[in-house]
C-alpha cells in the first residue's frame, strides 16, 4: 500500500458532486435507502472525469493492493472508503473516494485462487486501514516472501493492531488466504499478489546489492532513486514495495 495524499478534485467533479447532493432526488433518500443511494451513485455523469482524478492522486496503482489500474469501468472500480451503506452524507464526498482494482472478481473462477481488494471487502467496513493516514503506511512492511504486514509503534495498542491485522488479511485479502501464525499463504489471490510483491522485492533487493557491490551504495544515491520513483505521475506496480526496501537501506546507512 502507498499513502495517498487527497487533493480537490477537477471543477466539473465538485460541481456534479455538488448539485446532485443538493437536488430533492438525493434529498429525498432516507438514510437507510442504500439501493436509492447505490442507484444515484452508479448513474453520476462524472464517473470517467472522478475516475481520473483519483488514478492521478494514486499515481495510478489500486489504492490496496498497487497493481496498475487504468481509467476503464471494467478495470476500475470508485471505492467508498466509508462503506456506501454506512453513512449517506459522504457517498457523494469525493474525499471518501478512492480508486481500486476489480481484486481478481473479472478473472475466471480458480479454486486455487482467491479475490482481494475490494471484491473481498465487499460492503464491510475497514476498522482501521486508512491509505489517507501517511504514518500508517509508512509502518506498513514487506517480506522477501511477498508477504505484507504491519509493523507495531509503541503508541499502538494491543486492539488497533489486530484491526489493523483484520483489515489486511481477512477483510482485504491482501495476503490471499494466509495463515497469520505459521505466515503461510495458503492460496494466492486471483491476481497473483504475493508472487508479485516477490517478484518486486527481489528485483529490487538485488539492485540494492549490486549497488553495494559496485560501492556505489550511498546515501546521495539511495536518495536520487526514491525521488526518481517519487516524482513519478505513473507508478510502476507494487512500487510500494521498492520505496519501502529503499529507504530501509538508506536508514541503514544513517545508523
Same mark, same amino acid.
Given at each position: 500500500?502507498?499513502y495517498?495524499?487527497k487533493k ?15 437536488s430533492?432526488?438525493?434529498?429525498n ?26 488514478? %492521478?492522486? $494514486?499515481?495510478?496503482?489500486?489504492? /490496496?493492493?498497487?497493481?496498475? !489500474?487504468?481509467?476503464? =469501468?471494467?478495470?476500475? +472500480? ?55 493516514? %501517511?504514518? $500508517?503506511?509508512?509502518?506498513?512492511? /514487506?517480506?522477501?516472501?511477498? !508477504?505484507i504486514?504491519? =509493523?507495531?509503534?509503541? +503508541?499502538?495498542?494491543d ?16 495476503n ?80
Amino acid at each position: 500500500m502507498i499513502y495517498i495524499k487527497k487533493k480537490e478534485p477537477i471543477e466539473v467533479v465538485r460541481k456534479k458532486l455538488k448539485e446532485k447532493a443538493e437536488s430533492a432526488e438525493w434529498q429525498n433518500i432516507s438514510e437507510n435507502d442504500t439501493a436509492a443511494m447505490r442507484s444515484v451513485f452508479d448513474g453520476l455523469s462524472c464517473k470517467k472525469e472522478i475516475r481520473q482524478c483519483l488514478l %492521478e492522486e $494514486q499515481h495510478y496503482l489500486c489504492a /490496496y493492493c498497487m497493481s496498475p !489500474i487504468k481509467n476503464e =469501468e471494467l478495470h476500475m +472500480s470508485i471505492e467508498h472508503l466509508l462503506p456506501l451503506s454506512k453513512c449517506k452524507e459522504q457517498v457523494l464526498d469525493y474525499g471518501n473516494y478512492l480508486g481500486v482494482c476489480k481484486g481478481g472478481a473479472d478473472l475466471p473462477r480458480n479454486r486455487s485462487r482467491c479475490i482481494c481488494c475490494d471484491a473481498s471487502k465487499g460492503n464491510q467496513e475497514l476498522r482501521c486501514v486508512n491509505p489517507f493516514d %501517511e504514518q $500508517q503506511m509508512n509502518q506498513i512492511r /514487506y517480506l522477501s516472501d511477498g !508477504i505484507i504486514y504491519y =509493523e507495531r509503534s509503541k +503508541s499502538d495498542s494491543d486492539d488497533y493492531e489486530r484491526a489493523i491485522k483484520k483489515d489486511l488479511f481477512q477483510t482485504l485479502k491482501l495476503n490471499g488466504v494466509y495463515d497469520e501464525e505459521t505466515r503461510i499463504v495458503k492460496r494466492d489471490t486471483k491476481t497473483s499478489l504475493v508472487k508479485n510483491r516477490k517478484d518486486a522485492y527481489e528485483e529490487c533487493a538485488a539492485y540494492i546489492e549490486e549497488l553495494y557491490e559496485l560501492g556505489n551504495l550511498t546515501k546521495e544515491q539511495l536518495k536520487h532513486d526514491l525521488q526518481k520513483i517519487m516524482e513519478k505521475d505513473k507508478y510502476e506496480a507494487y512500487d510500494g514495495v521498492r520505496l519501502f526496501l529503499l529507504k530501509m537501506a538508506y536508514e541503514n546507512l544513517e545508523e
